[in-house]
């Protein structure tokens, strides 16, 4: 597990929002785990759960993992400790693509140029944007094997955490900045879309399960979703388990899977 769960009392004048990027959340994320509060006036002196800790995605943990369900970006450098980081992904039409491919560069104050599909969107866009406050890739960029797809920073920070791009992954700027500085060309880079996320932590089976992008825009439009439990979440819970299972509650099972706050939770009763 990265990081641990924490809590937060929040201000008159604070959003969840602003919380989000002050944390290193995203803000679908930081709105999951804090059901039934206003994530636009939670009001002052509310307290609210950070979602600051996570299980890692499955399999080997090397370079950068990208998990598209809870919107997080996950480095393992070979000499140094493991380091997450909030993203934001593409809509409808333009999903984020899965699977395998490399950083094939790095550039700091990138051009942007636009696709064919912006330029038919925005007529008005020119040939190239330059670097500055308009362009849309921020100050830093990771270009991939991938053509047209970037992990870059974005002057448009509140779609960190969200799924409002065109497919390219958005970080914020002081994240890009931090990742651009560790990355090296040649990293290699797996997307995966993991709702349910389990792993043994100090000999404690722990589910952490995330909105589907269904539920995720549901959030979005009305600031909750539809229960729907992972079809394949009992399944996954019992392979993980093993010889354990017996110890398993099903019920906190259910609830992490109903909820989907995005907060590990232990599911092993105790022996």
């Avoid at 110890?247 to 092993?268: F, H, K, S």
Wanted: glycine letters at 10%; charged letters at 25%.
């Amino acid at each position: 597990m990265l990081g641990q769960v924490r809590f937060h009392t929040t201000r008159a004048v604070d959003t969840l929002m602003d919380i989000a990027r002050s944390q290193n959340l995203g803000f679908v994320e930081l709105v999951a785990a804090n059901p039934g509060i206003d994530p636009w006036l939670p009001g002052d002196g509310t307290r609210i759960v950070l979602p600051s800790g996570h299980l890692v995605p499955s399999g080997p943990p090397t370079g950068l993992i990208l998990n598209i369900a809870d919107m997080r970006l996950y480095y393992f450098p070979a000499s140094a400790p493991p380091e997450t980081f909030a993203i934001g992904i593409g809509r409808d039409g333009f999903l984020t693509p899965m699977g395998r491919t490399t950083v094939v560069r790095k550039q700091k104050q990138p051009s942007w140029t636009p696709t064919a599909s912006a330029r038919k969107d925005n007529p008005e866009l020119p040939p190239v944007v330059p670097p500055g406050p308009d362009n849309p890739l921020g100050d830093f960029a990771l270009y991939l094997g991938w053509p047209t797809y970037l992990i870059h920073g974005t002057n448009k920070p509140d779609g960190v955490g969200r799924r409002v791009s065109r497919g390219c992954i958005r970080m914020y700027p002081e994240g890009i900045e931090r990742l651009f500085s560790l990355v090296p060309v040649g990293t290699p880079v797996r997307v995966v879309n993991e709702e349910v996320k389990l792993g043994w932590v100090d000999g404690a089976l722990f589910a952490e399960v995330h909105a589907s992008a269904d539920q995720a825009d549901q959030i979005e439009e009305e600031g909750r979703f539809t229960p729907l439990l992972p079809a394949d979440l009992e399944d996954r819970v019992r392979a993980a388990a093993g010889p354990h299972v017996e110890r398993v509650d099903w019920r906190l099972v259910q609830r992490a899977g109903l909820e989907r706050r995005g907060v590990p939770l232990r599911i092993l009763r105790g022996e």
